[in-house]
T-cell receptor, first 115, second 119 residues
Framework: AQSVAQPEDQVNVAEGNPLTVKCTYS??????LFWYVQYPNRGLQFLLK????DNLVKGSYGFEAEFNKSQTSFHLKKPSALVSDSALYFC?????????????WGLGTSLAVNP | KAGVTQTPRYLIKTRGQQVTLSCSPI?????VSWYQQTPGQGLQFLFE???????NKGNFPGRFSGRQFSNSRSEMNVSTLELGDSALYLC??????????????????FGPGTRLTVL
């Protein structure tokens, strides 16, 4: 069965430091991976996705994510964190096996960037 | 292009009542998905519609229902509300639906959500 894990409920980082938000997945077929961000009282905003090809995916607001097939991971990264990056981050996966198109979501990681 | 819109943004109901939430997708998008978001459970998939047909359904009781209109706008209905139905209900739209790689990897764009409080 498909699953997504975000092993950290909360990540704290100082402004200007690099940040990483972790995501691991389990699928039967080829994984298609997504990252979204949610600011308070808002819907989810799309950041980036991995379909195939280059393992490093660049997205919105300076974020990037690295796909690692052997470790079944898709960690979100940013070289220099901003206070305004403080939000809830969600990883999601869908695969190309079976007949289920549902996006499977992690429980989210709360990122706090301290000034 | 205007984004996904959801109405109302906030709703307060009492147990036993019913509620209807509305979602207008991005212009040109024909697929609409609904999710329930709660602090402990994260995003739980409710259903997905395309061309006025429900294509996929999550593990929710029959009190939760939905529909999609010919203009791709969608509504979801919750009958006989329970306290546990208090949540943020999110609607997401995408351009197509299908099994090709392009369709399976199509991005979902979310609305701001409807915050439902059941007293």
């Amino acid at each position: 069965a498909q699953s997504v894990a975000q092993p950290e409920d909360q990540v704290n980082v100082a402004e200007g430091n690099p940040l990483t938000v972790k995501c691991t997945y389990s699928v039967s077929g080829n994984p298609y991976l997504f990252w979204y961000v949610q600011y308070p009282n808002r819907g989810l905003q799309f950041l980036l996705k991995y379909i195939t090809g280059d393992n490093l995916v660049k997205g919105s607001y300076g974020f990037e994510a690295e796909f690692n097939k052997s470790q079944t991971s898709f960690h979100l990264k940013k070289p220099s964190a901003l206070v305004s990056d403080s939000a809830l981050y969600f990883c999601a996966v869908r695969d190309n096996a079976g007949n289920n198109r549902k996006l499977i979501w992690g429980l989210g990681t709360s990122l706090a960037v301290n000034p | 292009k205007a984004g996904v819109t959801q109405t109302p943004r906030y709703l307060i109901k009492t147990r036993g009542q019913q509620v209807t939430l509305s979602c207008s997708p991005i212009s040109g998008h024909r697929s609409v998905s609904w999710y329930q978001q709660t602090p402990g459970q994260g995003l739980q998939f409710l259903f997905e519609y395309f061309s006025e047909t429900q294509r996929n359904k999550g593990n929710f009781p029959g009190r939760f229902s939905g529909r999609q209109f010919s203009n791709s706008r969608s509504e979801m209905n919750v009958s006989t509300l329970e306290l546990g139905d208090s949540a943020l209900y999110l609607c997401a739209s995408s351009s197509e639906w299908g099994w090709s790689e392009a369709e399976v990897t199509d991005t979902q764009y979310f609305g701001p959500g409807t915050r439902l409080t059941v007293l």
